[in-house]
Every structure is written in C-alpha cells, then in structure tokens.
C-alpha cells in the first residue's frame, strides 16, 4: 500500500492493487494462450549463444519502467528463445511436464512466497508437505517406516541419502570430518547405466569420483549381480569399506529397472545402504499392473522419486524418502540461535532434514495436481504414454531401416538406423536428430548404448497424444535413405 500521509513517499511501495489486478488478467490470458497455441510455436529456437542477450537491454535498470514493456519483451524475445518442453512433440529427455494445476498452483505459491524452514515460519507449508509425502509413500507401497522430505531435483536428494549413509559408516564424520583421521576408503556401487548424479554426490560428500564403482549391466542395461558381489568381495579384500548400491529403476538413456530385491539381499547381508534412485520411474508404480517395479523396494534404506517427471508436478520436486528418517535428522540438524525459539513440541522443522535453510512451498502444486487428477487419473495418463512407447516400438518392428536397441520397459524408446556399414549408423542417427530439432516441429534426443549412437524418445508430456506420435514417426521416416 502506498504511504498516503506522506506525499514525498507516494513512489514508494509496490504497484498499484488495481494495476496488479490487471496484470494479473493480462498475464493469465497470456498463459492460457500459451498453452493453447504452443503447437503453433516451433519447439527449440534457432539462435547462437549470446544472440538472444544482444536483444535484450544489457544495461542493469537505473529507472523502473512499465511492467508493460517487460511483457512485450517476454513476448519478443524470451519465449521465442525457449526449448518449448510443454510442447506436445517435445520428446526429449524425460518430460518434465505442465499441467494447468500445476501452474494454478505456481501462481499462488509466489503470491504467498512463504519459507517452509520450520513449523512456525509456516505451519501449513509445513504439514502440507507431510501430507503429500504420505499420499506419495502409499502410492509407492513404501512402509510407514519410511518418511520423507522434498528437495529440488534427484541430484540433491541422492547427495542427502549418501550423507546418512556416511554417517552411518564412519563414527562422528559430521563433527569430525573425513580428512587427518584413519579411516578406510568407502566405495560406492552403480551400475554403467546409473545417473552420473551419483558421482556429483560422491564429489560433494569428500568420498571421491573414483569410489563410485561403475558395475557392468546384462543385455537388457540392468545391474549385474553377480558382478556387484564380486566388486564388494575384492574392495573388502583390498581394505575398502563398502558404503552403499545405488540401484536405478528407470534408467537415464533406456529406462531400465535393476534387480532391486537381489541387489536387497546383498546389501543387507553385508551391512551395506541401499540407496534406489527412481527419480523417473517410481511414478510407474501408481499403476496397479506395474506393482513388479516396486519389488524389493521396502527392503531399501532410502528411496529418491521425482514427481516433475512422471507425476505431472512442474518442475522442481524431488521426494526423497529415508527408512527411519531420524539416520538424515541426526546429520543435519543445527539450529541457530535465532531459530531456536521456532521448535514446537513435536512438529517438523523440515530444514533439519538437508543443507538447505530457505525452503520454497513445493508441497502446494504437488497437492493441487494430485487431487485435481487423482491416482486414477495419473495412472491412465502413465499407462497412455505406455501404449504409445509400445505402439512406437510396433511400428519399428515392422521397418527394416530402422532397429530397436533397447527393451521397451517404460516411456522410452531407444532406437537407431540399419545401415550396412555400422559407423554409418550413428552419422544417420545424428543428421535424423538434428534435422528433426532444427525444423522446430519435434525434438529428440541421442544417447550412447554400448558405445553405439542411438535415437532416445521419452514419453511423458500431458498433452502428447498418438497424433503428435505418428507426425514425429513420419519425420523420421522422411529422414531414412
Ligand atoms: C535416473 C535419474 N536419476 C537422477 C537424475 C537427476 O535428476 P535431477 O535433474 O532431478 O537432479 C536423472 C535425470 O534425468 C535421472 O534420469
């Protein structure tokens, strides 16, 4: 409000309520139309780097000016520079889709910018995000032992689950650190297709890049158990301290699921954490048909899920969820002095739970799309994108120029050229790709299998249906000799 007693203050204060209340309207409509035209818009934009800050003022802004202008800038420069991930044919990565409640939800979480911290600094940012937690841990099938907390991405949560586990390992490492003591060299297991979020842990942790042992996955890109077992064997023999497996379900490049219970049993009988990152496929297991991803997953010490891939949660929001969630509580709570008065009897003071103070509310668009859709809904949408992966491998099938190179297990397709000459086939694989990306009509993505090329498509987007499907299908089929 602005100062009225005081006309030397009259600038002062934020723009007007009825100014707001019009941008507001101008803004919504500009989102509603963004969201219905995106298909209009070509997908990834064409400019070199820097071209795009060239047309923006590069002066910092000495006087304020009409938001007006910053729109119209919006509207000229920013959106036309964007990759459009929204964007029915967008099929790269792992879809990190919007969802009309999702940007509901976004909207009114930046009008209360509340800091999740502790309880008191807002009680229901706080228990919303236990709520959905909870909903999250029963679609999961994760036993109530399990309790969670929400990060940013997938990279953090992992890096938090690795720190409990640390701690675990090597007596009072919080207090005392790693360096001037004795201590043996802890390793780390993953297998050659887990996220390279693995290592950046490892870095961050002072466990060192090179402790994180990379074992070899069978045919269908899944850990090799047997080889595991081996690892542990000769680390142990070599006086290394094994400190926990990292198994993937759904992995990056094919979506592949590990063999989780196996890997369980290993772990458990050498006292080691197991730490599961489904960072992109734990959303299958809203699908009563897919129960099989979760097997073995209660046996686990830790569990990393992102619902901005497959949950329709925009992005950010990592769920990581810790059996006795206090293993995370003890390594990093601290309370300052000034926050001390903030401990209420038993509520959650979520900033004991990670490194992090400052807390966005998350929890608010997690809710908002969960109950807007329900489980039921977000399981047909799953199941949908499924079929169409499915479907697209039939289609392969029944194309000699072009071959599958991995299984088909969730919304990912890995598939590359047939030529006669092998080295062709990654030339072929690059010039479809970026032929595809530079029309601005779809967008993929390449990936290394075995230190072959090959064409990734990820499925996941809300509004991708078998239309967008056969359209990008038939760009491909124009681009093969
Ligand atoms: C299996 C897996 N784990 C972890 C990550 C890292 O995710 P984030 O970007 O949330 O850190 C990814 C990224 O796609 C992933 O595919």
């Known amino acids: 409000m602005k100062d009225s007693t005081d006309p030397s203050r009259a600038d002062l204060g934020d723009i007007s309520n009825t100014e707001f209340r019009q941008l507001l309207h101008q803004v919504a409509d500009w989102i509603a139309d963004y969201r219905e035209k995106?298909?209009?818009?070509?997908?990834?934009?064409?400019?070199?780097?820097?071209?795009?800050?060239?047309?923006?003022?590069?002066?910092?802004?000495?006087?304020?000016?009409?938001?007006?202008?910053?729109?119209?800038?919006?509207?000229?420069?920013?959106?036309?520079?964007?990759?459009?991930?929204?964007?029915?044919?967008?099929?790269?990565?792992?879809?990190?889709t919007t969802t009309a409640p999702g940007i509901l939800a976004e909207m009114v979480a930046a009008a209360f910018n509340v800091n999740a911290m502790t309880w008191r600094t807002s009680p229901a940012a706080t228990e919303l995000e236990s709520v959905v937690l909870d909903w999250l841990?029963?679609?999961?099938?994760?036993?109530?032992?399990?309790?969670?907390?929400?990060?940013?991405?997938?990279?953090?949560?992992?890096?938090?689950?690795?720190?409990?586990?640390?701690?675990?390992?090597?007596?009072?490492?919080?207090?005392?650190?790693?360096?001037?003591?004795?201590?043996?060299?802890?390793?780390?297991?993953?297998?050659?297709?887990?996220?390279?979020?693995v290592e950046k842990a490892a870095i961050a942790l002072g466990l060192g890049e090179e402790n994180v042992r990379r074992v070899p996955s069978d045919r269908e890109f899944r850990l090799e158990v047997e080889a595991l077992q081996k690892m542990i064997a000769q680390d142990r023999a070599e006086n290394f301290?094994?400190?926990?497996?990292?198994?993937?379900?759904?992995?990056?490049?094919?979506?592949?699921?590990?063999?989780?219970?196996?890997?369980?049993?290993?772990?458990?009988?050498?006292?080691?954490?197991?730490?599961?990152?489904?960072?992109?496929?734990?959303?299958?297991?809203?699908?009563?048909?897919?129960?099989?991803?979760?097997?073995?997953?209660?046996?686990?010490?830790?569990?990393v899920v992102n619902p901005h891939k497959m949950l329709f949660?925009?992005?950010?929001?990592?769920?990581?969820?810790?059996?006795?969630i206090e293993r995370l509580r003890d390594v990093f709570t601290l309370v300052p002095e000034y926050l001390r008065g903030d401990s209420v009897g038993a509520a959650i003071n979520y900033m004991d739970y990670g490194v992090q103070l400052g807390r966005r509310f998350r929890a608010l668009k997690a809710w908002m799309v969960w109950r807007t859709f329900g489980r039921e809904g977000m399981a047909a949408r799953i199941r949908e994108h499924m079929r169409l992966a499915q479907l697209f491998a039939a289609w392969m099938e029944k194309e000699p120029r072009l071959e599958l190179r991995a299984p088909v297990?969730?919304?990912?397709?890995?598939?590359?050229?047939?030529?006669?000459?092998?080295?062709?086939?990654?030339?072929?694989?690059?010039?479809?790709?970026?032929?595809?990306?530079?029309?601005?009509?779809?967008?993929?993505?390449?990936?290394?299998?075995?230190?072959?090329?090959?064409?990734?498509?990820?499925?996941?987007?809300?509004?991708?249906?078998?239309?967008?499907?056969?359209?990008?299908w038939q760009m491909i089929l124009d681009r093969l000799h």
Not at 40 to 57: H, M, Q, T
Request: aromatic share 6%; with cysteine.
């Open 409 to 472: 297990v969730m919304g990912v397709v890995c598939f590359a050229a047939v030529t006669h000459h092998p080295e062709r086939s990654a030339e072929s694989c690059r010039m479809i790709v970026e032929e595809i990306n530079a029309s601005g009509r779809a967008y993929l993505t390449l990936t290394e299998l075995r230190g072959a090329t090959a064409i990734r498509l990820g499925l996941g987007n809300i509004l991708t249906n078998e239309s967008h499907l056969r359209a990008v």
């Open 137 to 197: 841990r029963q679609w999961l099938g994760l036993p109530g032992e399990f309790r969670g907390v929400v990060y940013d991405t997938a990279s953090i949560s992992t890096m938090h689950a690795l720190a409990a586990a640390r701690e675990g390992a090597l007596h009072r490492v919080r207090q005392l650190g790693l360096t001037g003591r004795d201590a043996p060299l802890l390793r780390i297991y993953a297998s050659d297709q887990a996220h390279s979020s």
């Open 241 to 303: 301290q094994p400190l926990a497996v990292v198994a993937t379900v759904g992995t990056t490049s094919t979506a592949s699921v590990d063999p989780v219970k196996e890997i369980a049993g290993i772990c458990r009988a050498e006292n080691i954490w197991l730490h599961i990152d489904a960072a992109y496929g734990g959303g299958l297991a809203l699908l009563p048909e897919a129960k099989w991803v979760t097997e073995g997953w209660e046996l686990a010490d830790s569990l």
């Open 38 to 96: 995106i298909e209009d818009r070509p997908i990834s934009p064409n400019f070199a780097p820097g071209e795009i800050a060239k047309a923006l003022p590069r002066e910092a802004p000495e006087s304020g000016e009409p938001v007006e202008n910053i729109l119209r800038d919006i509207d000229r420069v920013i959106a036309p520079g964007l990759v459009h991930w929204g964007h029915p044919q967008f099929m790269g990565y792992f879809g990190c």
């Open 313 to 324: 949660v925009p992005f950010d929001f990592s769920a990581l969820f810790v059996r006795q």
